[in-house]
């Protein structure tokens, strides 16, 4: 287990923390302004009901966290949310950045937790600089690199993970396996996803999902119906887009971005890609 519960000491931690600020302070991203409807109050104020305990997200924190604590060294998260797999890690006492485009997200993590050996960065994972620090293990769970729409951006994001890499250090991330069949699918009805509680209201959550063939796209839009008792109180909505990714175009992209040894899985126990894998699991250096 990481000793040490700070990013450092003297010029190091004050140097940080300076930067800490002005990171929190943020800037106007004109390329992921589309956040604050796919990533704003809604999603942050429903993300941990929705989540914590998904079928979606089965296994991932355990491999996550397992890759922490084999690269024994400091960790950066891109698109880290509100902590769901980032505080975990923190609570080992590996010095982490967790870093996110979205505010609502951050202020989501914030009002959970504080740990002295966890900072904030906000900032788009396709374009930041986090200075002269290094990190052993940066990853990017749940889907988060699905948000990089284009080529251009994709390739800028690993150009940025490949500059915060320490010598060894590796880069992990995973996305949904996309389904043949699924995505010929371009008029499937909105369907209830799920039900759950939240702040004494029973939120029942509809989803549609739209796939575009040809931009390998999906438009994804949540519509969280909220009641009291028998009452509709109200309606909220999320929407965004994903990109998805076929396995050997994810191997192209990462050999051209320059990582070199590339392990891909189908799941979180490791396992090799199948037909019928949920996801496509990446872990280069
Ligand atoms: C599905 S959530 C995943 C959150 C967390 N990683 C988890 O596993 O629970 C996607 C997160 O990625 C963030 N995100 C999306 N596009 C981003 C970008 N271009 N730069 C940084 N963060 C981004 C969102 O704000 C959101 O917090």
Not at 7 to 32: K, Q, Y
Not at 78 to 97: E, N
Not at 108 to 121: G, H, I, M, Q
Not at 212 to 235: A, I, K, N
Request: glycine content about 8%.
């Amino acid at each position: 287990m990481y000793q040490s519960h700070a990013f450092g000491a003297g010029a190091l931690s004050t140097r940080i923390a300076t930067r800490e600020i002005v990171c929190d302070v943020g800037r106007v991203i004109p390329d992921v302004s589309d956040l604050d409807e796919a990533y704003g109050r809604t999603t942050a104020r429903f993300y941990d009901a929705v989540y914590q305990h998904s079928p979606q997200v089965a296994g991932d924190l355990d491999f996550y966290r397992s890759l922490a604590r084999e690269s024994a060294g400091p960790v950066l998260e891109l698109g880290c949310g509100t902590g769901r797999v980032l505080l975990a890690i923190a609570a080992d006492g590996f010095p982490c950045t967790g870093l996110d485009a979205s505010r609502h997200m951050l202020d989501a993590l914030r009002a959970k937790s504080r740990f002295p050996n966890l900072r904030l960065v906000h900032a788009p994972m396709q374009r930041f600089d986090l200075g002269q620090d290094r990190f052993t293990l940066i990853f990017s769970a749940f889907r988060v690199f699905q948000h990089l729409h284009s080529v251009e951006d994709q390739l800028a994001c690993l150009a940025c993970v490949r500059r915060h890499l320490a010598p060894g250090g590796r880069f992990a991330f995973d996305v949904f396996a996309p389904r043949l069949a699924r995505m010929a699918v371009t008029d499937a009805p909105e369907q209830v996803e799920g039900r759950f509680e939240h702040d004494g209201e029973s939120v029942t959550r509809w989803a549609r999902a739209v796939p575009d063939p040809v931009s390998q796209l999906l438009s994804v839009r949540f519509r969280y119906e909220r009641r009291r008792g028998d009452e509709l109180v109200g309606t909220d909505e999320a929407s965004f887009k994903m990109r998805w990714f076929w396995r050997f175009e994810l191997e192209h992209l990462l050999a051209r971005a320059g990582f070199a040894d590339v392990q891909m899985y189908g799941n979180f126990d490791k396992s090799p890609i199948a037909a019928d894998t949920p996801a496509f699991i990446a872990v280069a250096r």
